[in-house]
């Protein structure tokens, strides 16, 4: 059987015994610490400096940052932004904030099914590298981040955490990992084709990330 | 061999230097001597053991490291005019005879005591080149040294002292083609690998060309020589060397 | 694995012919290499981070069979299921099986340089199974037929010309009639063609850049989003990875998150950074409900606790390709492995036969920077003049050069002799007939090599051991 066998060839490669207790003790020690590995000056801003670097980390990657005070403020510019004619998918968790925008955008949401336009919200930011984070839980379809042309996202400026590591503290203390967690760090691109980036390569060709300052 | 005057240096002439230039061994002499120390040079000394090293002859690359540290051990500094070489008496030696209970704590000794020249000229000699009056040179940092050595500063800072003002290449990391045997084996990739270096060379405008290397020397002047190009090219030390008062060369 | 390294010579002299990939190497070049310069040198942590993540991937391999197990069960806790691969026919055959347990019958696929290894999307095809590359470069070529040339920007090697002419051959049964010239335009087309293959994918087959043993999390480091689409869309998602691809918690593989992109790209962090931990749960609304892990070891444990250990730490950044003066020059095929540059010439004769890749590990000047730019510092010249310590002993090499070599050492011990003879060949040199201006233009044999492009300085006139002793300079 292929896992005794694979097993066996790295404990005899290693010159160990399965019954070795230390290396047992060792591993599950370094499982259970979680302790953080050196995490750069960036990663360990406090306050408006944390936003900045939020802001300068996502904007130089593609997004398109906006700094509004309330939600009846992102709805204004979302509406800015949306070109005419357009449609817009919100999340469940979106239309829960109580954004207003006019009914008559709005598409329902349907699996697999390509937009234009999403709004979503996210989990938390993180500022180190400008990064949203998503989650296929908590009321937003993890692929609708990835089926839209343009996408929105909603989040307040208390949610931007300072790096990875406090990501990890926030979702160990809410029940562990989901399926499927995502680090969102500017438009869909590529540079396939002769080391040019383009945006839109899967994902959307924009990214729009609505900071907002007070709560959703 | 008779009692020999402390801040004695023995000079590693290597191979290049030895059978094909051997001026870049008396500047050195000359530098290390106007730098205030004495200079011999060991007879038996023949190669560092490179070229088995690289050519996956380890053994014998082992036996050859254990004669030249014979040779060498007993003097006060060894000092290289190449960084390839002085990267293998320094970096390689004791890796080479980390198993050798006898040899791999003289490696270690021996290594302390090795320097490539500009290293030695600035870090242990705190010496200051006269004045040389030439136009502005580039500079070839050769990958060994740089490496396995980190030699970047020493030569720049030597060649600011003497007044001499560099144009950088574009890129002063990449390879020039020679790698020992690469250059015959892939004589080809070499070839390419020569050309970008030279294009860098002429892009910088400089009709003077300056490294610390004998392997990159004869590789990037003859591809330059080869091309009908009039660039000159030496070692740092024929440039620092050249405006040293007398006594004349290679009298001790 | 299969190779066509044998054949390094030829194929490296057709790449420096070849002016679309010459043009293409100095994009790579001016890129990659000079964005991750700028990528680092903004980082003042960069170097701690390397020294890091290299000391977290020799803890992991030392304790390798016990992070995989731990690994295995936490993705069985999630929900998923964890299969071990000795061999890449081991591999090929579980995905198949997988696929066919699901009734599968079209297959999306992200990057994956595993999959390459084992030659997996032919194998697919030809039991019937409509598999489809979708990270654009690999999409690319495999409508082409090739190779990958670069371990992450696959298609590197073909203009823009080229790709355009392959999309109008095979995109008009979708609708598109013109060709397209436009960069954007080609990358709009891909984007509407692979989106309803996304769709419509019965299985989505993905590498992983790391997994997770705390959490029995996989991570996948793509720009475009084809990974999530891929693996999130269709019901069942099976990773296939190397067992070497293990980091212990989720702090550990944010370091590595924070060295990846920057050595492979010169970006901070790629646009899409994915942690998946097992199968679609209640409350999800998408997301599929088979998750499989395929575990391949395919020469990978042979290399633990021997001289090649260290090239496990690996993960893939392509850091040592974009810097290596040969890769640079002949690109990624001339190697003959789906793995090239240095890590190509140190890892193919690892999981391919020594004989058939003995050109790799010496073509190569030994330069070292491939090691200076290695986020988790492996030593690759040394394990490249380990290669070539073997190919002396399997006496694979050429007997004249390992005879030439001992010669050699043998006149390192016989000074006199040695110094006879440099001085005879100091008066042949010196008066050589092909030469002028004091350069010799033509030498015989293996020197040949050397005066097919460049000429060689006449030596001066007496060794250096014959001058000194004629200024009468003091011999100790």
Request: aromatic share 6%; with cysteine; net charge negative.
């Amino acid at each position: 059987m292929s896992k005794l066998s694979i097993m066996a060839a790295i404990r005899q490669r290693l010159h160990v015994a399965p019954e070795d207790q230390t290396r047992q003790r060792a591993i599950v020690s370094r499982m259970t610490r979680h302790r953080a590995n050196t995490r750069p000056a960036i990663g360990v801003l406090d306050g408006i400096a944390r936003l900045e670097q939020f802001v300068h980390s996502a904007t130089r990657k593609g997004a398109i940052v906006s700094q509004v005070n309330d939600i009846a403020a992102a709805a204004t510019t979302i509406l800015k932004v949306l070109p005419v004619g357009s449609h817009i998918c919100l999340t469940s968790a979106a239309t829960e904030t109580g954004i207003k925008l006019p009914v008559d955008l709005i598409e329902p949401w349907n699996p697999k099914t390509s937009v234009d336009n999403s709004l979503s919200t996210c989990f938390c930011g993180i500022a180190e590298s400008g990064s949203l984070v998503v989650r296929s839980d908590t009321g937003n379809s993890l692929s609708l981040n990835f089926l839209s042309d343009r996408h929105f996202v909603l989040i307040p400026e208390r949610d931007i955490l300072d790096s990875m590591e406090s990501v990890w503290a926030k979702v160990r203390e809410q029940g562990g990992m989901p399926r499927d967690l995502t680090f969102v760090s500017g438009p869909s691109s590529t540079g396939d084709i002769e080391m040019r980036m383009e945006t839109g390569a899967h994902g959307p060709r924009e990214l729009h990330i609505l900071m907002l300052a007070g709560d959703l | 061999m008779g009692v020999l005057q402390p801040n004695t240096i023995a000079l590693f002439v290597t191979c290049l230097v030895e059978n094909m230039k051997p001026a870049v061994a008396f500047d050195a002499i000359a530098l290390l001597e106007d730098a205030g120390y004495a200079v011999v040079v060991p007879a038996n000394q023949v190669c560092c053991g490179q070229p088995n090293l690289n050519g996956g002859d380890r053994k014998n690359a082992i036996a050859t490291a254990r004669r030249v540290i014979d040779a060498f051990i007993h003097f006060d500094y060894v000092v290289v005019p190449s960084g390839s070489c002085g990267g293998m008496l320094k970096h390689h030696y004791p890796q080479l005879l980390a198993e050798d209970s006898d040899y791999s704590g003289k490696s270690a000794r021996l290594a302390e005591k090795v320097f490539e020249l500009s290293q030695f000229l600035t870090e242990v000699a705190d010496y200051k080149p006269s004045a040389v009056n030439c136009e502005p040179v580039t500079y070839h940092d050769a990958c060994a040294g740089l490496r396995e050595l980190d030699i970047q500063s020493e030569p720049r800072q030597l060649l600011a002292n003497a007044g001499v003002e560099i144009t950088e290449l574009e890129e002063t990391e990449s390879c020039c083609g020679f790698g020992g045997t690469f250059c015959v084996k892939y004589p080809d990739i070499s070839a390419a690998m020569a050309e970008r270096k030279v294009q860098d060379v002429l892009r910088t405008g400089a009709d003077t060309l300056v490294m610390g290397d004998l392997g990159c020397m004869l590789n990037i002047e003859g591809k330059l020589h080869r091309d009908g190009h009039s660039v000159r090219v030496i070692h740092f030390a024929e440039l620092l060397a050249a405006s040293i008062p007398a006594p004349a060369r290679g009298e001790s | 694995m299969d190779v066509t390294s044998q054949n390094f010579i030829p194929l490296s002299e057709l790449a420096l012919d070849d002016d679309n990939l010459q043009e293409a190497l100095k994009q790579l070049s001016g890129r990659l290499a000079a964005g991750r310069t700028a990528s680092v040198t903004e980082l003042p942590e960069f170097d701690q981070l390397r020294i890091e993540a290299r000391d977290i991937k020799n803890h992991v391999l030392e304790h390798l069979d016990l992070y995989l197990g731990a690994f295995e069960q936490q993705v069985e806790k999630h929900g998923g299921t964890v299969h071990w691969a000795s061999s890449e026919e081991d591999a090929r055959q579980i995905v198949l099986n997988l696929c066919r347990s699901v009734n599968a019958k079209r297959v999306t696929k992200s990057k994956s340089m595993v999959t390459e290894e084992i030659n997996l999307v032919p194998f697919l095809e030809s039991h019937g199974l409509e598999t489809v590359e979708t990270d654009l470069g690999e999409y690319i070529i495999q409508l082409r037929g090739e190779k990958p040339s670069h371990i992450v920007v696959p298609a590197v090697h073909l203009s823009k010309e080229q790709v355009s002419e392959t999309f109008f051959e095979h995109h008009r049964k979708f609708g598109f009639n013109e060709k397209n010239t436009d960069r954007g335009a080609l990358v709009a087309e891909a984007r509407h063609v692979l989106r309803e293959k996304f769709v419509a994918a019965d299985v989505g087959i993905s590498g992983a850049n790391f997994l997770v043993a705390e959490t029995g999390t996989i991570v996948l480091v793509t720009n475009e989003g084809n990974a999530e689409l891929t693996t999130a869309l269709p019901n069942t998602h099976i990773v296939v990875t190397g067992i070497e691809k293990i980091v212990p918690t989720l702090e550990d593989v944010s370091t590595f998150v924070r060295i990846l992109a920057r050595s492979a790209l010169g970006a901070d962090i790629s646009a899409y950074t994915s942690f998946i931990t097992g199968p679609k749960r209640d409350g999800d609304l998408d997301g599929p409900e088979n998750f499989h892990v395929v575990l391949v070891d395919n020469g990978r444990s042979e290399m633990l606790g021997g001289d090649f250990q260290d090239m496990l730490r690996c993960i893939r950044c392509s850091a040592c390709l974009n810097h290596c003066p040969v890769y640079l020059s002949v690109g990624g095929h001339a190697y003959g492995s789906v793995y090239s540059g240095p890590m190509g010439a140190v890892l193919t004769p690892q999981l391919a036969t020594l004989d058939a890749t003995k050109h790799l590990a010496n073509a190569s000047s030994l330069c070292g920077r491939c090691e200076s730019v290695c986020p988790v510092m492996i030593p690759l010249p040394q394990l490249l003049r380990q290669w070539r310590d073997k190919e002396s002993e399997q006496k694979l090499n050429p007997a004249g050069m390992r005879w030439g070599l001992r010669l050699w050492a043998w006149l390192g011990q016989q000074p006199a002799v040695y110094r006879l003879i440099t001085s005879i060949a100091n008066q042949v040199l010196n008066r050589w007939p092909e030469q002028a201006n004091g350069f010799i233009q033509k030498l015989p044999a293996l020197a040949g090599a050397w005066t097919l492009s460049r000429d060689l300085r006449r030596p001066e006139q007496g060794t250096f051991s014959q001058q000194y002793r004629k200024a009468g300079g003091k011999r100790v």
